[in-house]
């Protein structure tokens, strides 16, 4: 079956970075994209980017550019996300989530989702 | 950027009733849109994609309509696990998601 595994809670202070994975099984990893999207306490679902796990290709939302990098080790079958520069309202559970792949690119809609990686960010 | 207003915020309904979820686009979106419950402590489930097709395992009671700016996820007789946060997602333009609409038990 297919599964996702994110990796455990965070704390981290302003300014620093974190790094998430998420780790595949179930299924072939290189077929498929994996989107990364938060939600802060109370707050909707965010998106942040996804990447193609075959060629490697990413996006980025808007609200991210330049402070996420989204990364895969195919040999590992897991995604990473980076965030950098933290801030308090980076506060969130991060979640990646698969996407299909059609005519190349990834599916915006998502059928299967970790867990989840609280992260904190706090002084 | 696509702005996503769902509406209403909160829906108090008793089982075996039906809830009308609407989710408004600033912009068309085509029918790329999907549908997504979330209860507190979990990952969202996808419901519904491209406006009305139901993913696997979704029960036929939940069903999506619409296109372009104006949609609306139906549940028919509501039953206890059903009382959940729902909240819609475009992915024409990027991705973005909508406010959430709280089904709560009356």
């Known amino acids: 079956q297919v599964q996702l595994v994110q990796s455990g809670a965070e704390v981290k202070k302003p300014g620093a970075s974190v790094k998430v994975s998420c780790k595949a099984s179930?299924?072939?990893?290189?077929?498929?994209?994996l989107h990364w999207v938060r939600q802060a306490p109370g707050q909707r679902l965010e998106w942040m980017g996804w990447?193609?796990?075959?060629?490697?290709?990413?996006a980025y939302g808007k609200n991210f550019q330049g402070r996420v990098t989204i990364l895969r080790d195919t040999s590992a079958s897991t995604s990473y996300m980076e965030l950098r520069s933290l801030r308090s309202e980076d506060t969130a559970v991060y979640f990646c989530?698969?996407?299909?792949?059609?005519?190349?690119?990834?599916?915006?809609?998502?059928?299967?989702w970790g867990q989840g990686t609280l992260v904190t960010v706090s002084s | 950027e696509i702005v996503l207003t769902q509406s209403p915020a909160t829906l108090s309904l008793s089982p075996g009733e039906r809830a009308t979820l609407s989710c408004r686009a600033s912009?068309?979106?085509?029918?790329?849109l999907a549908w997504y419950q979330q209860k507190p402590g979990q990952a969202p489930r996808l419901l519904i994609y491209?406006?009305?097709n139901r993913a696997t395992g979704v029960p036929a009671r939940f069903s999506g309509s619409g296109s372009g700016t104006d949609f609306t996820l139906t549940i028919n007789s509501l039953v206890p696990e059903d009382f959940a946060v729902y909240y819609c997602?475009?992915?024409?333009?990027?991705?973005?998601f909508g406010g959430g609409t709280k089904v709560e038990i009356k």
């Open positions: 989530a698969r996407a299909r792949l059609r005519f190349g690119n990834p599916e915006y809609y998502l059928n299967y």
């Open positions: 179930g299924y072939t990893f290189d077929n498929y994209a």
């Open positions: 990447i193609h796990a075959g060629n490697g290709g990413t």
């Open positions: 912009q068309s979106v085509g029918g790329y």
């Open positions: 491209d406006a009305s």
């Open positions: 997602q475009q992915g024409i333009n990027s991705n973005s």
